[in-house]
């Protein structure tokens, strides 16, 4: 099996407040919009940000999702400055995120802050300097 991601998929309660999120507030851009189904993004090279109804992965999977708390899981979105860091996580808050996080120094040398979206995804937004972070820049 290669070593690799194609698809991130993540269950939604409700697809219309996501796509306000997402594509109104955020300003992304779908690479498919199925109204009452799923909302794709491309993310990356051959990466694909999947938000897919509750029924739908039912239907699929044949069990419910787990819900309660903070979702396991964090999204990063890594940029080239800290100041790039505040300008997103601010664009978060004013596109409506929930639980919008300060950034600060962090133990690990970058900075960084975090943002949830209508779910709680929790969002990772850090610059990171290291060799990793900076591999994942555009």
């Known amino acids: 099996m290669d070593q690799r991601v194609s698809f991130i998929t993540l269950v939604v309660t409700d697809l219309d407040a996501t796509r306000r999120f997402y594509v109104d507030g955020l300003g992304w851009e779908p690479e498919l919009d199925v109204p009452g189904e799923v909302l794709m993004f491309k993310v990356a090279e051959k990466v694909v940000l999947s938000l897919w109804v509750e029924d739908g992965f039912v239907a699929e999977v044949g069990h419910a999702p ?73």
């Open 66 to 138: 787990a819900r309660g708390g903070v979702p396991p899981v964090t999204l990063s979105h890594n940029l080239a400055t800290t100041q790039g860091v505040d300008t997103v996580l601010e664009q978060a808050r004013v596109a409506g995120a929930s639980h919008v996080g300060e950034a600060s120094e962090r133990d690990w040398g970058g900075y960084g802050g975090y943002f949830a979206d209508p779910d709680g995804f929790r969002w990772e937004v850090a610059y990171n300097p290291g060799d990793i972070g900076q591999s994942v820049l555009p």
